[in-house]
């Protein structure tokens, strides 16, 4: 089965700097690639995906980029602000089965003022 | 439409006894899933229906996990005779099917504490 590594565990940026997240998955079928941010005492809620057919994607300040020969993608926010603050997971899934969706171990992002 | 609703948001129990989570998905979500989530961790897949049809299960659900959704509509998440190592988030999350898979939306989970 698929299985999805996340890196950092934990990351403390400044207000105003950038900010990046690494994924690994392991299943070359996997063709879709979802980022969730999960704030305290909430469930995760989707802020970006991508699929296989492109190799970034981008919304506002936050984009992802894809990798499929290495099979690992990556999420950067750009302009971090405090309430980017909360923990964010890394998934992948085939296209049409989100059963099989699997997610990483999550980073938890601090944005300092 | 509000969402994916979770109920008990939080529940603590005693070893050994019964609990009952329920879901209520996004009313025209035909696909529903359950997780589980522990501290520091990502959401661990445990079963997902389609309509009423449990269609996979995890081998974390244990003999002692039971999920239905007996209309297709909401879904009932029962651990029988609770151990400590329970103690988790019970996360649901429901989708449309047809076509390519998009998003999960999640509810806010229900706690489980067994003491």
């Known amino acids: 089965g698929e299985n999805v590594e996340q890196h950092p565990s934990t990351l403390s940026v400044q207000e105003g700097d950038s900010a990046v997240i690494k994924c690994t998955y392991s299943?070359?079928?996997?063709?879709?690639f979802p980022w969730y941010k999960q704030e305290l005492g909430k469930g995760p809620q989707l802020i970006i995906d991508?699929?296989?057919?492109?190799g970034e994607k981008k919304d506002q300040r936050i984009a992802v980029t894809l990798n499929k020969t290495a099979k690992h993608f990556s999420l950067h926010i750009t302009e971090t602000q405090p309430e980017d603050s909360a923990v964010y997971f890394c998934?992948?899934?085939?296209?049409?089965?989100?059963?099989?969706?699997?997610f990483g171990a999550g980073t938890r992002l601090t944005v300092k003022p | 439409d509000t969402g994916v609703s979770q109920n008990p948001r939080h529940k603590i129990t005693k070893r050994g006894q019964n609990v009952t989570f329920r879901c209520d998905p996004i009313?025209?979500?035909?696909?529903l899933y359950w997780y589980r989530q522990t501290l520091g961790q990502g959401p661990e897949f445990l079963t997902y229906f389609q309509n009423e049809a449990q269609l996979e299960k995890s081998r974390l659900l244990s003999d002692r996990f039971s999920a239905e959704r007996p209309k297709g509509s909401f879904s009932t998440l029962e651990i029988q005779r609770t151990e400590q190592g329970d103690s988790a988030m019970y996360l649901c999350?429901?989708?449309?099917?047809?076509?390519?898979?998009?998003?999960?939306?999640f509810g806010e989970g229900s706690r489980l504490t067994v003491l």
């Open positions: 998934a992948a899934s085939t296209l049409y089965n989100n059963n099989d969706m699997r």
């Open positions: 009313s025209e979500h035909n696909r």
């Open positions: 299943d070359s079928a996997s063709n879709y």
């Open positions: 991508i699929r296989s057919n492109v």
């Open positions: 999350a429901s989708s449309l099917s047809g076509g390519a898979a998009g998003e999960l939306f």
